[in-house]
């Protein structure tokens, strides 16, 4: 059997190694060191977001943010519905309640018009927003920061997926109060593991650098005068950091001409790509389609899938909108109207989009697709 063609794996380059060699050379393996002060001025300089704190994990960046926001027990964080669990699990973390909000169909993340009724429903008890820029496609940030601004609660944007992607010119991540990014290894550029908090107040940036070094107050025993963790990233890891970054618009380029092709492919197929709004550019990190709903008595996701799976291809189900999980069956899940998230989640699939995929392997799964319907 031909070899696995898979759905976004790491792709390394040289300059990893180099970053890494010097670190050893220098015997700055840990703790800290200058790989990660790079990675986080370099970060910063790219996204334009201000500052930046390096993570074990982009799940420990998202936790830092609900932390600064000040989320306490009872207090409510108003959810994106549709994303993976990592997205809202530090709610629960910071003995918060989730309130999930559907998505809306023009970039398959938040609604607008549901967020307004849920900070309507919770004004008194809301503590923050966490949105997502689901597959790395931008959300309506004007709309959804002007509905924060008008409810004064603040924004959080999980940018785990969408390193790289703007919104009217400007980066995600950049936008809100406090953001996350992953390095995890099927993301668009990948530290072996890892993520980033993003701030443009300094003062967070540095509470965060605080909470992530076990809390330790300034003397010189161990003192702590709050609860701490162990959340920061080591100087080997943020040396494969830096090295994929110098790579991250060749990536994007890639990720942008595999969704491409896949929407000039199938053309005149029932299918519909993952949208995204005009003066928005997604970084593309998967390409993804729903099935038209008059073809789904022929083909469904699943279909599709599974062939391909026959054909040693991966491809995934869309994100289980999270009201739908048996963990969150508890919470309020607010819609303005019909069930996006569940609908995406019933049609829609996520697609082979590894940058290591050559032309041909794409048309090969092109043609087995559209040999279903
Ligand atoms: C939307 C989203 N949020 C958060 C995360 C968590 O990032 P990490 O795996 O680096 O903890 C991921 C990916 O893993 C993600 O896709």
Not at 61 to 76: C, E, I, N, T, W
Not at 233 to 243: D, F, L, T
Request: with cysteine.
């Amino acid at each position: 059997m031909s070899e696995r063609i898979w759905l976004s794996t790491p792709t390394t380059h040289t300059e990893e190694q180099e970053f890494i060699k010097e670190a050893f050379d220098t015997n700055w393996v840990a703790p800290l060191g200058k790989n990660v002060n790079e990675f986080e001025n370099e970060i910063a300089q790219y996204t334009g977001c201000g500052y930046a704190a390096a993570m074990t994990a982009g799940t420990h960046a998202l936790h830092m943010a609900v932390k600064l926001a000040g989320v306490s027990r009872g207090d409510v964080v108003i959810c994106s519905d549709l994303t993976f669990a990592a997205t809202v699990n530090p709610v629960t973390y910071e003995n918060g309640i989730q309130v999930f909000v559907d998505s809306e169909r023009d970039t398959w993340n938040m609604d607008p018009r549901a967020l307004e009724i849920a900070l309507e429903k919770y004004k008194d008890r809301v503590k923050a927003v966490i949105l997502v820029h689901l597959y790395g496609t931008p959300s309506k940030l004007d709309e959804i920061m002007a509905l924060c601004e008008k409810y004064n609660v603040p924004l959080i944007e999980d940018a785990a997926e969408s390193l790289g992607a703007t919104y009217k010119g400007r980066q995600t991540g950049s936008l809100g109060k406090y953001s996350a990014i992953s390095f995890n290894g099927n993301k668009i550029i990948t530290s072996s593991g890892g993520g980033m908090f993003l701030s443009r107040d300094e003062e967070a940036v540095k509470k965060v650098r605080f909470f992530s070094t076990q809390a330790r107050d300034a003397a010189p025993h161990y003192q702590h005068s709050e609860i701490g963790y162990n959340y920061r990233m080591s100087n080997i890891v943020a040396g494969v950091g830096r090295g994929q970054l110098i790579h991250l618009d060749e990536h994007i380029a890639l990720k942008k001409k595999i969704y491409n092709t896949y929407k000039r492919e199938f053309e005149g197929l029932p299918v519909k790509m993952n949208p995204y709004l005009d003066y928005t550019e997604p970084n593309f990190w998967l390409s993804c389609f729903t099935i038209d709903e008059d073809a789904m008595e022929r083909v469904t996701p699943e279909k599709i899938r599974l062939r391909l799976e026959e054909e040693n291809i991966e491809s995934r189900p869309i994100w289980k909108p999270m009201h739908m999980q048996p963990v969150y069956a508890a919470r309020d899940f607010i819609t303005a109207g019909d069930l996006v998230g569940e609908d995406l989640f019933r049609r829609g699939l996520c697609l082979p989009s590894d940058i290591k995929m050559t032309e041909d392997e794409q048309l090969r799964v092109i043609e087995i697709i559209k040999s279903l319907f």
